[in-house]
Each structure stands twice: as C-alpha cells, then as structure tokens.
C-alpha cells in the first residue's frame, strides 16, 4: 500500500498563513459574484420604471445593503490587490537579454486601475 | 494532441478576473455612496435609463455581467474541491449553468430597457 498522508478535508487551510490568504483570495469571488447579481437586480428594477428604480435605490440604502457593501469593497479590492500582484507572473514582458522589472509590470497595472476608478467616479458624477 | 476543454473555460475566467480587478471597486464605491444618500448624478433615473438604452453601454454591461459571473462561478468550483467536495462534474455544471443563466437574465432587461 502507497504511504498517503491524511489532510482534513476542510480546515486544511488554517495550517498556514499562506493557505488562509489564499482562501480569502478564493472566497473573495462570493462577493463579486453577489454583487453582480445585485447589478443584475438593478437592471430588472431599471427596466420597470421609475418607481421600481426609486425602490431600488431605497433599498440599496438600508443598514443590510450598506454592511454588503462594505464587506464586498473590502473583499473586491483583497482581490484586485492579488490580481495585479500577480500579472508579472502572467505576462512577463522581455526587452533584449532581460525581463522588465516585476514592479514595473504591476505598477502599470495599478496606475490603470487608478485613473480608470478615478474616470469612472467622474463620468458618474459622484464629484 | 491532447483534446482539453480548460481554456474555453479558463479564458473567461482570466478575463472576468482582470475586469473585477480593474472594475468592481469603483463600482461598488458608485453604488455604496447611493446607500449613503451621496447619491451620484448616473443614478437619477432619466440619466442611468439614458445610458442603458445605447447598445453600445448594453453590450459593455452585458460583457461586464458575463465575465464577472463566470470568473466567479470557476472559482467557486475550485474552492469546492478545496473544500474536500470531489463531485467536481456536478459541482462545474451548477455553477457555469448558473453564470449562465445570470447572463440571460442580465440580456432579457437589459432588451426591455
């Protein structure tokens, strides 16, 4: 009989810190995904007029729908943070004989993701 | 050569990923300030029916929900069978028929908009 080792099926992760920070990057997708299926809603509430748009935007107010949004913003920039962390892995970029430095590549990525939050709150009138 | 279905389904799911990163925050920060009652200009009703009604912000809305459902949904399967769930066929079917459907549902207001 092969040696296996047996690992707990679903607390394995608290074993190390490396494994719970890349639970939290996994479970960050919950949140996202809720969210999108509130915009989902929205839409639905934006296709059937005025008042259910009003109803909406009430809603969006209550305690409930605030504490998601914070938890989902905290959860959606963990996400962003590991995304662009990881894109001098994903897209290494060669000049010559070298690689372009690893800050480089996700520092770019970062700016981007700067001025495009910063267009979009602007264009969105939120100024 | 090796047939393989992974990066039909690993495609959207980098693709989706690099949208959220780029695109999810500020629009979660767009809707939380509404909550706050600093509600921005777009989401007067006028204005925000306005935008949804070009074709163009419809296709970029639909492509937005698609990727992010699907980047979730992948992940989601992952994490199940990190959590010791093993069923990974069924656990894929829910969850990209669930992206799925979310898409559909997405394109069907988004046409009586």
């Keep these: 009989m092969p040696y296996v080792r047996t690992i707990p099926r679903v607390r394995w992760f608290f074993r190390h810190p490396r494994y719970v920070r890349y639970m939290t990057r996994e479970v960050t997708c919950l949140f996202i995904g809720a969210y999108t299926l509130l915009m989902v ?22 305690p409930a729908s605030i504490v998601f949004h914070v938890l989902a913003l905290m959860f959606a920039l963990y996400h962003s943070v590991t995304w662009f962390n990881l894109t001098p ?15 480089v590549i996700s520092g770019a990525h970062y700016a981007v993701w700067a001025l495009l939050s910063l267009a979009i709150l602007v264009l969105a009138g939120a100024f | 050569m090796a047939q393989s279905n992974k990066p039909i389904v690993w495609g959207p799911f980098a693709a989706g990923g690099t ?28 204005k925000m029916h306005a935008f949804a009604s070009h074709w163009l912000a419809k296709l970029a809305i639909a492509a937005v929900v698609f990727l992010s459902l699907w980047s979730t949904a992948h992940r989601l399967r ?12 069924l656990v894929a079917t829910i969850v990209y028929a669930g992206a799925l459907a979310g898409t559909a549902a997405s394109v069907l207001y988004l046409i009586q908009i």
Excluded: M, N
Aim: charged fraction near 20%.
């Design chain 2, 78 to 89: 992952i994490t199940c069978y990190d959590l010791g769930v093993r069923a990974d066929t």
């Design chain 1, 41 to 62: 809603w929205g839409l639905r509430e934006l296709s059937q007029g005025p008042d259910a748009w009003r109803a909406f935007l009430e809603c969006l107010a209550s």
């Design chain 2, 19 to 46: 949208i959220t990163a780029f695109l999810t925050p500020v629009l979660i920060l767009l809707t939380l300030l509404a909550a706050l009652g600093h509600v921005p200009d777009l989401f007067a009703y006028a």
């Design chain 1, 89 to 103: 892995k994903a897209l290494p970029v060669q000049r010559g004989e070298d690689f372009i430095p690893d800050g």
